[in-house]
């Protein structure tokens, strides 16, 4: 593991089953301790523009919710308390000073308060909430309700408890759900077996609750014998970390990452690794999540299977991670994940992990000149079939050069067929005096974003005059 010209370059295989595959990502410092914070909290959230979002404490003593996304950090509130957040889109939900409130592009909402039956919420756990602005989450009522605890749905307007706990032949106890964009919500409960009347007979499992009917997703009567909190996707998928048990009840070393589908099939993304913690998934089925490795406590990500993206002893803005968490907000639909890492220089800075998409380019010059003062380098982006150059490079941040980090870009405003594969190409030019090319370089880079923000980089060989 090395960083190289800003970018961590990670080629590994996978924990379990597929074929080996090589991962590259480049990491974003977010936020970070220093002038404007004293800490950044634990369990940041990720939106699908690559904004994160996070609580942080102020140098002045003031608690509050920020979005950073690597350039700036804008506040978006304060408070005397203030929970970790839910994200999905521009949608956030959090504890704020007793109440559980949304924050959108609409402004502040109050989703629930202990002004009725609910007496307490589970802070600093987050709420839940899905694309349109619907939050779930677990409470407690007051003690004249005759009720114990309660996962609700509310939108602002109208507010729903969905599944009680009580003593009896029902739930004893519920945990913190997860809400997808069709208001299908998953949690943990445990569960009244039925067998025993003292309310100590019970099944743990995963459930979920879509349309007034609550399913069982996988329970301890099964293969499993504990799990982590569930997390659902758009598409119904539903993932979470599981341990097992021998035939003699004894627990066996390890769990298992483990989705399921919505017709109940399942897939084992990984079996029998160590201290798993709860998973993030995205939308197109990509989970993301802490387990140890050998090299330590390691980031890992992967859709039919799980490769590292960065450990505990990985160099990382000079300094060594000596510790990383993330929280199951933590990833988005381009597959940025975003968490947090302990440095051996003391710091605890929250970091984004970007994806790099490998593209492919061709150096049109194929001798520079480098005593030509104000000459171009002219660089062609291909396009593939897949992969439009004319249409998704954002030509701003387009870099060249000796390393890929070099602001040289003159243009981008000419498209042809340079390969002749049927596809147009972008072709941009570059000033060969800001690439920082040397005399006997073979290699050039060439390094920028899409506009939809997914980091690119390829590179062509060239030939110095």
Same mark, same amino acid.
């Given at each position: 593991?090395?960083?190289?010209?800003?970018?961590?370059?990670?080629?590994?295989?996978?924990?379990?089953?597929?074929?080996?595959?090589?991962?590259?990502?480049?990491?974003?410092?977010?936020?970070?301790?220093?002038?404007?914070?004293?800490?950044?909290?634990?369990?940041?959230?990720?939106?699908?523009?690559?904004?994160?979002? %996070?609580?942080?404490?102020?140098?002045?003593?003031?608690?509050?919710?920020?979005?950073?996304?690597?350039?700036?950090?804008?506040?978006?509130?304060?408070?005397?308390?203030?929970?970790?957040?839910?994200?999905?889109?521009?949608?956030?939900?959090?504890?704020?000073?007793?109440?559980?409130?949304?924050?959108?592009?609409?402004?502040?909402?109050?989703?629930?308060?202990?002004?009725?039956?609910?007496?307490?919420?589970?802070?600093?756990?987050? @709420?839940?909430?899905?694309?349109?602005?619907?939050?779930?989450?677990?409470?407690?009522?007051?003690?004249?309700?005759?009720?114990?605890?309660?996962?609700?749905?509310?939108?602002?307007?109208?507010?729903?408890?969905?599944?009680?706990?009580?003593?009896?032949?029902? %739930?004893?106890?519920?945990?913190?759900?997860?809400?997808?964009?069709?208001?299908?919500?998953?949690?943990?409960?445990?569960?009244?077996?039925?067998?025993?009347?003292?309310?100590?007979?019970?099944?743990?499992?995963?459930?979920?609750?879509?349309?007034?009917?609550? $399913?069982?997703?996988?329970?301890?009567?099964?293969?499993?014998?504990?799990?982590?909190? @569930?997390?659902?996707?758009?598409?119904?998928?539903?993932?979470?970390?599981?341990?097992?048990?021998?035939?003699?009840?004894?627990?066996?070393?390890?769990?298992?990452?483990?989705?399921?589908?919505?017709?109940?099939?399942?897939?084992?993304?990984?079996?029998?690794?160590?201290?798993?913690?709860? @998973?993030?998934?995205?939308?197109?089925?990509?989970?993301?999540?802490?387990?140890?490795?050998? $090299?330590?406590?390691?980031?890992?990500?992967?859709?039919?299977?799980?490769?590292?993206?960065?450990?505990?002893?990985?160099?990382?803005?000079?300094?060594?991670?000596?510790?990383?968490?993330?929280?199951?907000?933590?990833?988005?639909?381009?597959?940025?994940?975003?968490?947090?890492?302990?440095?051996?220089?003391?710091?605890?800075?929250?970091?984004?992990?970007?994806?790099?998409? @490998?593209?492919?380019?061709?150096?049109?010059?194929?001798?520079?000149?480098?005593?030509?003062?104000?000459?171009?380098?002219?660089?062609?982006?291909?396009?593939?079939?897949?992969?439009?150059?004319?249409?998704?490079?954002?030509?701003?941040?387009?870099?060249?050069?000796?390393?890929?980090?070099?602001?040289?870009?003159?243009?981008?405003?000419?498209?042809?067929?340079?390969?002749?594969?049927?596809?147009?190409?972008?072709?941009?030019?570059?000033?060969?005096?800001?690439?920082?090319?040397?005399?006997?370089?073979?290699?050039?880079?060439?390094?920028?974003?899409?506009?939809?923000?997914?980091?690119?980089?390829?590179?062509?060989?060239?030939?110095?005059?």
């Amino acid at each position: 593991m090395k960083l190289i010209a800003g970018i961590f370059l990670l080629f590994v295989g996978v924990l379990a089953g597929g074929q080996a595959n090589a991962s590259e990502y480049v990491f974003t410092l977010i936020a970070d301790t220093g002038t404007q914070f004293n800490q950044v909290g634990s369990g940041p959230a990720i939106n699908d523009l690559g904004q994160v979002v %996070f609580r942080g404490d102020l140098r002045n003593g003031t608690h509050g919710v920020f979005r950073g996304d690597g350039n700036q950090i804008e506040t978006l509130l304060v408070g005397a308390e203030v929970g970790v957040p839910g994200v999905k889109r521009d949608q956030i939900a959090l504890e704020l000073d007793g109440a559980i409130v949304r924050l959108n592009p609409q402004g502040l909402t109050t989703i629930a308060d202990t002004s009725g039956q609910i007496g307490q919420f589970v802070f600093p756990t987050p @709420p839940a909430i899905n694309g349109d602005g619907v939050t779930a989450f677990k409470a407690f009522f007051k003690i004249s309700a005759g009720q114990n605890q309660a996962l609700f749905i509310g939108d602002g307007v109208s507010l729903t408890p969905i599944v009680h706990a009580n003593c009896g032949p029902v %739930f004893l106890e519920l945990f913190p759900p997860h809400i997808n964009d069709s208001s299908a919500v998953v949690f943990l409960g445990l569960l009244d077996s039925g067998t025993l009347g003292d309310c100590f007979g019970a099944v743990l499992g995963i459930f979920k609750y879509s349309d007034g009917i609550v $399913e069982t997703v996988a329970d301890t009567l099964g293969e499993y014998a504990s799990f982590s909190d @569930p997390v659902i996707n758009d598409a119904g998928m539903v993932a979470f970390v599981a341990s097992r048990d021998d035939a003699a009840g004894s627990p066996i070393h390890g769990y298992d990452v483990v989705v399921v589908q919505p017709g109940g099939d399942s897939t084992v993304l990984a079996s029998a690794i160590s201290n798993a913690g709860q @998973p993030a998934l995205n939308n197109h089925g990509q989970v993301a999540l802490i387990a140890d490795s050998e $090299e330590g406590r390691t980031l890992f990500t992967g859709i039919s299977s799980l490769s590292p993206v960065i450990a505990v002893g990985t160099e990382l803005f000079g300094v060594t991670v000596v510790d990383i968490s993330m929280y199951k907000y933590g990833i988005n639909e381009l597959g940025q994940i975003v968490f947090n890492v302990s440095l051996s220089d003391g710091r605890r800075p929250i970091v984004r992990a970007d994806p790099v998409l @490998p593209i492919s380019i061709d150096v049109l010059d194929h001798q520079i000149n480098l005593k030509r003062r104000g000459g171009a380098v002219r660089v062609a982006i291909l396009s593939t079939s897949d992969f439009n150059a004319v249409q998704k490079i954002d030509a701003q941040t387009l870099t060249f050069g000796r390393t890929g980090i070099e602001a040289s870009v003159v243009s981008c405003n000419h498209s042809r067929d340079v390969n002749h594969d049927g596809v147009r190409d972008l072709v941009c030019e570059f000033d060969v005096n800001e690439t920082g090319l040397q005399s006997g370089d073979t290699i050039a880079i060439l390094q920028g974003r899409t506009t939809e923000g997914l980091f690119i980089r390829g590179s062509d060989t060239i030939k110095i005059k």
